[in-house]
């Protein structure tokens, strides 16, 4: 790994360490931004929950009242209606049925003892075990009580018929239970709908704002950040906040609606046993607290980790050729290696962290619920009389505990996502947070292209100079030429002048207005770019002149390329200007690429032209074409030219020869030649290795001749 990358590592680990209160506010912010589907979610997501909840309490009615029941006392009636029943030459009706004032007679108990059940003529004194004898007695003891009953065994019919009228009831019920089932069902597929549509839309208008962010951002930016780390953050970093919205959000939310609807539940059934499971909550607080501390650490490196994999993919790609060329596929396989290991490393410490803190936690707490549970029915707690636990009251409560370690695995289980989307979110956040300067869409008019730099100092770090007062003015209409060794400050000029940076010192004037008081994209508006290696956009020709701009229409486009002789080098493409263009033309020769990035600086009617070592890379015939061409595209335009060949420049109005950041010499070519100084030095050089060039080639024709 390079000094240079650490770098980059540790300024990107260290920004990475903001606020997660601040994180959390942010993402709720964007939520917001799609609330109506949000909250409609989280609604039906409620109601989900709700009827779901409401199951173990139909239940437990269920049981209590229509299965259960049975063994509450029954009366002696005359009267005759669907609750009543007839036995052994008598009519009975179970004490809940009876209306208020209505006449009851002699008491009887149904009581089951083992396997079956005896109709006991009279009242009991307690309830406790019960024991069958042959001689159809009933014994009930508890604790040192006991007291005997005579009994009669009910057969199969017989107790149907005191079963018979709650049949209604139960099969009610039954019903109430499914269509419960049926609506918690309908209502959590519309809040897994909503919640996915929602956070779509979210994750779209976040993705929207980072890359419309990014076309704020200043060039200097892009200088310390590879670019695969900034579409980790675009693609990989948005994907983890979406699982945020989608997934944490909704298993969050239903868990906490699930706790606090399921301890109502258990304090409703049975407050003190619900009180002593109570001690859940400061253990389900202590452990997201200890997890979501030592988890964010692991996160950050892995994904930091992750976004120095894509950068060096993406690096590897579009430098595949000079790294076969110079046999450096080891090297970048094991700068690779050095962040995949650490990644892998990091997502060890995580799955081990999971490990320990997960379904293992998740299983001590319910055994120490379940002990709970023992320990205070083992206690004697499930008797008969006066405020007793019925055999419903138990089933709902232990149904409620099992579904309450559902939503705390649940949430265990999040865990990783949410710290994940939390580190993912400081992430764009931090990219978002780079101060941009906001697209100007405003229009001005054509200015004449006057230019002048005024005492312009700057530098790209702070303390190393690249320009040191650079004074000079361009007329319109004129061509400035810009040489000087690598590093002499030639493209520095050009950045400033195109405000790609701003400068520390000095002054940049067009027309006698100061450039830093004009929008970047207006001014920019007039001026028009050709680089030395031209960029080609995936589409065609003729969408890489207009930049699908609808102001450049195809008869513009085609008399760009006609101007800059584009007209001969394109015609025996097969489909002409709209020939397809794959990702920055390699389908296309280097001349090719070069005419259509010439056309595309042409087709907007630029007031300043800049050639920056355009004709370089080009054949000699494609470059006499297009310096042909370029003679008549220069009238009335301001054209500043960067070149090593020399003698491409000889016919330009102003010649700046720069060293080491200062114009040391200026003048046109025949001044220079004349002062016998820099200029004339280097034109004599290339003279020279133009005529040793030249000379063997002429030797060997003579010598073929």
């Not at 024991?131 to 009933?138: F, H, K, L, P």
């Not at 003015?473 to 790609?500: M, P």
């Not at 220069?634 to 109005?653: E, Y």
């Amino acid at each position: 790994m390079s000094m240079e990358t650490n770098e980059h590592y540790d300024l990107d680990m260290d920004r990475m360490a903001g606020s997660k209160g601040a994180t959390i506010k942010r993402l709720v912010k964007y939520a917001m931004k799609g609330r109506v589907q949000l909250i409609i979610a989280l609604l039906m997501l409620a109601v989900s929950v709700g009827t779901e909840l409401a199951g173990p309490l139909v239940a437990k009615q269920l049981i209590d009242v229509h299965i259960s029941g049975i063994e509450k006392p029954w009366y002696e009636t005359q009267d005759s209606d669907k609750y009543t029943v007839a036995y052994d030459g008598k009519t009975f009706k179970r004490e809940d049925h009876f209306e208020v004032g209505e006449a009851r007679g002699a008491e009887v108990r149904i009581l089951q003892a083992g396997r079956n059940y005896y109709f006991v003529p009279g009242a009991i004194a307690f309830d406790g075990t019960r024991t069958a004898s042959t001689d159809n007695q009933i014994t009930i003891a508890k604790g040192e009580q006991t007291a005997s009953y005579a009994a009669q065994e009910l057969t199969t019919s017989e107790l149907y018929t005191f079963f018979k009228p709650e049949l209604s009831g139960l099969i009610r019920l039954c019903w109430y239970y499914f269509a419960l089932i049926l609506l918690s069902a309908v209502f959590a597929y519309g809040q897994r709908y909503y919640l996915q549509a929602s956070s779509n839309r979210i994750i779209r208008t976040m993705r929207k704002d980072v890359f419309e962010h990014i076309n704020r951002l200043p060039v200097r930016y892009f200088d310390n950040l590879p670019a695969g780390k900034i579409v980790s953050r675009v693609t990989n970093d948005t994907e983890s906040i979406r699982e945020l919205y989608v997934t944490v959000l909704a298993n969050f939310f239903t868990g906490t609606i699930y706790m606090i609807g399921i301890f109502g539940a258990l304090f409703l059934l049975n407050a003190q046993l619900a009180a002593i499971c109570l001690f859940i909550v400061p253990i389900l607080v202590l452990w997201v607290m200890f997890y979501g501390r030592i988890a964010q650490r692991y996160n950050r490196v892995i994904r930091s980790t992750l976004s120095e994999i894509n950068g060096r993919i993406n690096e590897s790609i579009q430098g595949m050729a000079v790294i076969r060329a110079f046999r450096k596929e080891k090297k970048m396989e094991q700068e690779f290696e050095t962040y995949n290991e650490e990644n892998l490393l990091y997502k060890t410490k995580l799955l081990s962290l999971n490990s320990w803190t997960g379904h293992n936690l998740v299983n001590v707490i319910r055994n120490i619920a379940y002990v709970a549970l023992i320990w205070y029915f083992g206690g004697g707690s499930l008797t008969t009389p006066g405020g007793f636990v019925t055999l419903g009251v138990l089933y709902a409560f232990v149904d409620y505990l099992n579904r309450l370690f559902q939503p705390i695995v649940n949430i265990v289980n999040q865990l990783p996502n949410l710290e994940t989307a939390l580190v993912s979110a400081e992430r764009v956040f931090v990219l978002l947070d780079e101060k941009g300067v906001d697209v100007a869409d405003e229009e001005m008019p054509r200015y004449k292209g006057n230019v002048a730099f005024d005492n312009v100092t700057f530098a790209y770090k702070e303390g190393e100079n690249v320009l040191k007062n650079i004074s000079f003015e361009a007329q319109q209409g004129q061509t400035v030429a810009l040489i000087g060794h690598t590093g002499s400050g030639k493209s520095s000029i050009i950045n400033l002048l195109f405000r790609f940076y701003d400068i520390e010192h000095g002054r940049i004037t067009i027309d006698g207005v100061d450039t830093y008081t004009m929008p970047k994209q207006t001014m920019r508006r007039h001026m028009g770019i050709v680089l030395q290696d031209p960029f080609l956009f995936t589409g065609t020709i003729a969408s890489n002149v207009s930049m699908d701009d609808p102001k450049v229409t195809r008869e513009m486009v085609e008399k760009a390329i006609r101007d800059v002789g584009g007209d001969q080098v394109l015609k025996n493409l097969p489909q002409g200007i709209d020939e397809p263009v794959i990702e920055k033309g390699t389908t296309l020769s280097a001349g090719q690429r070069q005419i259509i990035s010439f056309a595309r600086a042409l087709a907007f009617d630029p007031a300043i032209l800049i050639l920056d070592e355009a004709t370089s890379n080009i054949d000699t015939e494609t470059e006499a074409l297009i310096q042909s061409a370029l003679e008549v595209v220069k009238q009335g335009r301001t054209t500043f030219v960067i070149a090593h060949r020399l003698s491409t420049i000889k016919n330009a109005d102003q010649i700046l020869v720069l060293d080491r950041g200062e114009i040391v010499e200026r003048g046109n070519h025949e001044t220079l030649m004349q002062r016998e100084g820099k200029y004339y030095q280097m034109y004599q050089i290339q003279q020279g290795e133009q005529a040793s060039s030249a000379k063997p080639a002429a030797t060997e024709g003579v010598y073929t001749a």
